[in-house]
């Protein structure tokens, strides 16, 4: 069986959880205790030099790091990943879009907001992503106005990488009703069958 | 023919063209003036609403962003990327490694020191990307410690990305001497047939 080393808070935690739960893959869960320095300890970064979470145990002793590339891995050969070239091409420009251009930014600023709560100690450094966030939404904005989902013309593992932090955005400050777009692709996210709530 | 557009000196940029030259596949290049606004102009975004290059016209007004992405494109069905699914996803895993835990650390300070050339401006921000750098080139040690290439036994696009901005680190103010498996393999990756220097 699968097992996933993860927080529950953590919406890159979240991604492959979601995934395995639409496609009905059993797996073990691990909660680990980031601030308390559970992914720094010798045993841990044996396991993921990066030492970070999410890491997936994919066959015994075998682990594989990075959210987005759990989301490759879980999505092959299933409709969550298109079979055309081209539309594959473009599932995978928005994962680097969203590891790049978003996640630093909303992301970020919602774990000094929200979780580790200390909104007067990063006041700067919160006004600093402001704009790389705004910027991240407004390019998904346009995005959505043209077309329900990402990439392939269905849900893909495309949306549910960016589904992960822009559905908990406001808990990074962040106010999404200039994004109709957006809050109505959230909504068809939310009510596809099988799907699971972060917390 | 596939239009690339492009800066010389961006490493982003040099991924997918270094590929296109590996594989033999003619293409148009484009060069654009980043500091100029080049990237800005609403005929640019109309191509690429993230207002980013390296931006990769793959069929006629059907454009692909994250330079990324390209080489995921670009490798499909080539020994650049593995047959195997597992080996697949750890070249996805150091692709992910690569634009969250390297590129924002030693790219940003080259972009700062050898592209701007601000040193002082950039100081304290240079000093603050320090030990994520490092972070990233240890880790890439620890593995090249054990394997000559990052994923499926063979130069992958993995090594592609990793390498683009690893060899010009130096140009961002990072001292390799203490990574003596990174210099090998950066060796390695020179070494092999077809390839082109960055400039």
Same mark, same amino acid.
């Given at each position: 069986?699968?097992?996933? #080393?993860?927080? +529950? &808070? ?6 492959? +959880? ?14 680990? @205790? ?13 396991? @993921?030099? @990066? ?7 994919? !066959? ?7 959210? @987005? ?15 055309? +070239? ?6 995978? &420009? ?12 909303? $992301? ?5 907001? %929200?979780?580790?709560? &200390?909104?007067?100690? #990063? ?11 705004? $910027?991240?939404?407004?390019?998904? !904005? ?8 990402? $990439?392939?013309? +269905? ?7 960016? #589904?992960?932090?822009? %559905?908990?955005? %406001? !808990? ?19 009510? &596809? ?7």
């Amino acid at each position: 069986m699968l097992t996933l #080393y993860g927080d +529950r &808070q953590s919406g890159n935690c979240y991604k492959p +959880r979601l995934l395995m739960e639409l496609r009905g893959i059993p797996y073990r869960w691990v909660e680990m @205790n980031v601030p308390g320095g559970e992914t720094r300890t010798p045993a841990f970064l044996a396991k @993921n030099p @990066n030492g970070r979470v999410p890491l997936l145990e994919v !066959e015994p002793g075998v682990h594989l790091a990075e959210s @987005n590339a759990m989301l490759c891995w879980l999505a092959e050969g299933t409709p969550w990943m298109p079979e055309d +070239r081209l539309q594959r091409a473009f599932v995978m &420009q928005w994962l680097f879009f969203e590891q790049y251009s978003h996640e630093p930014y909303i $992301a970020t600023s919602r774990y000094w907001l %929200h979780y580790l709560k &200390q909104p007067e100690e #990063y006041r700067a450094r919160l006004d600093e992503k402001r704009p790389g966030g705004y $910027a991240a939404l407004g390019v998904m !904005e346009g995005e959505l106005s043209k077309r329900d989902w990402f $990439a392939g013309g +269905r849900y893909t593992i495309a949306d549910i990488a960016l #589904y992960a932090y822009t %559905h908990v955005a %406001h !808990e990074g400050g962040f106010d999404l009703s200039a994004y109709p777009a957006v809050r109505a692709w959230l909504d068809r996210v939310a009510a &596809q069958p099988g799907h699971v709530p972060m917390v």
